[in-house]
């Protein structure tokens, strides 16, 4: 009843002016041309009229079908906007999804612009929005989702085929996990991107979409570098299905089997290269995402992921921190807290003999060597670079602890950072051992502090 009422209210708003033609041409044809002309006059408007009707017929039932279409989830692929005029904006949405019988669409929409769906509908986020059943290519973008539950929601997003349903199992690894703009209650919807290995080999990265509960275990469950089982469509294995709750047998398996790799792995040190919001918090304190960047033993620069909880002072924001790697996949890593100091420093020890930075007898002459000072008295490259650093050849007037002095060189690769403290006439650290004072160590580097909360 609501459809034909708006129908007929559409027909009527639009039926003035023709009605209103049809009447003057009625009359000017029988005052000017005679019965006739007015009677050709009718039939002609009548005609027109008719055609009319049949296209708000089809417009309607074309808007009905589509409103009433499937609600499914797309990923926008590109937002443009464009001004038809001052006082109006779009935003040209361009959003690929699956249907319910498993073909996969790209199609466009435009909506009203705004700042707030600007930020909203960046490339890569979710999007709710409805399909035309016969063309999948019209769709309409559903913004107020107010009225949608649960369920309403877990069925939209519970769109899989057979053959991803009865697909293979596979252990992916979390890359990101994406919060969008629809809600409900407690529950939000996450697109969640995966990189797995399929049983021939191939390396596949693959998203999903899962409606979950904010709380302290999804927090921990959806960050980047976490495990997560799934199941793929053995021909197109970009169509995956994520496993929040099946075969946790095999996921705790793997779980075990990373973290024991993690814990006999090799300790080194990194550095936080950015860090962002995750969007979740605990406790009223925000889960920090940090990007991490360090090397291998076997000299591989690796970028990891580490979720952790914030705090006012972090003591890892400018500091190197200690971590372990799985040697098979070294993005999977845990930063360090309990190690104990000599553990540290050894480490950090082998790591600066691996990179190149100093020697085993370096470290030993500042390990049980005398600690005094020197002045620089010259500081010429040699054009030698290790491991990126430029080498100097450093001439050092030293003084001993008795305040005699004696002059000694030595050569030492300098980074940038520290080429200001390797200048002429600078005040310096020195080491050197007592029965060979030919051999010194100049100080340009310190193990720094280190600290944190891993979730």
Same mark, same amino acid.
């Given at each position: 009843?609501?459809?034909?009422?708006?129908?007929?209210?559409t027909?009527?708003t639009?039926?003035?002016?023709?009605?209103?033609?049809?009447v003057i041409?009625?009359?000017?044809?029988?005052?000017? %041309?005679?019965?006739?002309?007015?009677?050709?006059?009718f039939?002609?408007?009548v005609?027109i009229?008719?055609?009319?009707?049949?296209?708000?017929?089809i417009l309607?039932?074309t808007?009905r079908?589509?409103?009433?279409?499937?609600?499914v989830?797309?990923?926008?692929?590109s937002?443009?906007?464009?001004?038809?005029?001052?006082?109006?904006?779009i935003?040209?949405?361009?959003?690929?999804?699956?249907t319910?019988?498993?073909?996969?669409v790209t199609?466009?929409?435009?909506?009203?612009?705004s700042?707030?769906?600007?930020?909203v509908?960046? &490339?890569?986020?979710?999007c709710?929005?409805? %399909?035309?059943?016969e063309?999948p290519?019209?769709?309409?973008?559903?913004?107020?989702?107010?009225e949608?539950?649960?369920?309403?929601?877990?069925?939209?997003?519970?769109?899989y085929?057979e053959?991803?349903?009865n697909?293979?199992l596979?252990?992916?690894?979390?890359?990101?996990a994406?919060?969008?703009f629809?809600?409900?209650g407690?529950?939000?919807?996450?697109?969640?991107?995966?990189?797995?290995s399929?049983?021939?080999g191939?390396?596949?990265?693959?998203?999903?979409?899962?409606?979950?509960?904010?709380n302290?275990?999804?927090?921990?469950l959806?960050?980047?570098?976490?495990m997560?089982v799934l199941?793929?469509h053995?021909?197109?294995?970009?169509?995956?299905?994520?496993?929040?709750?099946d075969?946790?047998?095999?996921?705790?398996?793997a779980?075990?089997?990373?973290?024991?790799?993690?814990?006999?792995?090799?300790?080194?040190f990194?550095?936080?290269?950015s860090?962002?919001s995750?969007g979740?918090?605990?406790?009223?304190v925000?889960?920090v995402?940090?990007?991490?960047?360090?090397?291998t033993?076997?000299g591989?620069?690796v970028?990891?992921?580490?979720?952790y909880?914030?705090?006012?002072?972090?003591?890892?924001?400018?500091?190197?921190i200690?971590?372990? %790697?799985?040697p098979?996949? &070294?993005?999977?890593?845990r930063?360090?807290?309990?190690?104990?100091?000599?553990?540290?420093?050894?480490?950090?020890d082998?790591?600066?003999i691996?990179?190149?930075?100093?020697t085993?007898?370096e470290?030993?002459?500042?390990?049980?060597g005398?600690?005094?000072?020197g002045?620089?008295?010259?500081?010429?490259?040699?054009?030698?670079?290790?491991?990126?650093?430029?080498?100097m050849?450093?001439?050092?007037?030293v003084?001993?602890?008795?305040?005699?002095?004696?002059?000694?060189?030595?050569?030492?690769?300098?980074?940038?950072?520290?080429?200001?403290?390797?200048?002429?006439?600078?005040?310096?650290?020195?080491?050197?051992?007592?029965?060979?004072?030919?051999?010194?160590?100049?100080?340009?580097?310190?193990l720094?502090?280190?600290?944190?909360v891993?979730?």
């Amino acid at each position: 009843m609501k459809e034909l009422k708006k129908f007929l209210g559409t027909v009527i708003t639009i039926s003035t002016v023709p009605i209103l033609g049809m009447v003057i041409g009625l009359l000017i044809g029988a005052l000017f %041309y005679g019965k006739p002309a007015a009677i050709f006059v009718f039939k002609i408007f009548v005609i027109i009229y008719f055609i009319i009707i049949l296209i708000v017929a089809i417009l309607q039932i074309t808007s009905r079908k589509l409103r009433n279409g499937p609600l499914v989830f797309g990923t926008v692929v590109s937002a443009k906007t464009r001004r038809p005029s001052k006082d109006v904006c779009i935003l040209e949405l361009t959003i690929q999804f699956y249907t319910t019988d498993g073909r996969q669409v790209t199609a466009s929409a435009p909506m009203e612009y705004s700042d707030i769906r600007l930020e909203v509908f960046q &490339p890569g986020s979710l999007c709710p929005l409805k %399909y035309h059943p016969e063309k999948p290519e019209k769709i309409l973008i559903e913004i107020e989702m107010k009225e949608m539950d649960g369920a309403t929601l877990e069925r939209a997003l519970d769109m899989y085929s057979e053959e991803v349903r009865n697909g293979p199992l596979a252990v992916g690894t979390i890359v990101s996990a994406v919060r969008s703009f629809v809600s409900v209650g407690d529950k939000i919807i996450l697109n969640i991107t995966v990189e797995f290995s399929t049983a021939d080999g191939r390396q596949i990265t693959a998203s999903d979409r899962k409606l979950v509960d904010l709380n302290l275990d999804h927090v921990k469950l959806f960050q980047p570098s976490e495990m997560i089982v799934l199941r793929y469509h053995p021909e197109n294995p970009e169509r995956i299905m994520l496993l929040l709750h099946d075969e946790q047998e095999m996921l705790e398996h793997a779980r075990k089997i990373r973290e024991e790799m993690i814990k006999n792995g090799p300790l080194v040190f990194g550095m936080i290269v950015s860090k962002k919001s995750s969007g979740w918090q605990m406790g009223g304190v925000d889960i920090v995402d940090a990007t991490i960047g360090f090397e291998t033993i076997d000299g591989q620069v690796v970028t990891a992921h580490q979720r952790y909880i914030s705090h006012s002072t972090e003591p890892w924001e400018d500091g190197l921190i200690p971590l372990r %790697y799985n040697p098979e996949n &070294p993005q999977q890593i845990r930063m360090l807290q309990n190690e104990d100091e000599e553990t540290l420093q050894q480490a950090f020890d082998a790591q600066l003999i691996a990179r190149k930075v100093t020697t085993q007898e370096e470290i030993d002459i500042q390990r049980h060597g005398v600690k005094t000072t020197g002045v620089i008295l010259s500081a010429q490259p040699t054009g030698n670079i290790v491991n990126g650093r430029g080498e100097m050849a450093l001439q050092v007037k030293v003084t001993r602890p008795d305040g005699e002095t004696f002059e000694a060189t030595t050569n030492k690769a300098v980074s940038q950072d520290d080429l200001p403290s390797a200048q002429s006439g600078n005040k310096v650290e020195v080491f050197c051992m007592p029965e060979n004072e030919e051999k010194i160590v100049i100080s340009l580097l310190s193990l720094p502090e280190t600290g944190g909360v891993p979730v």
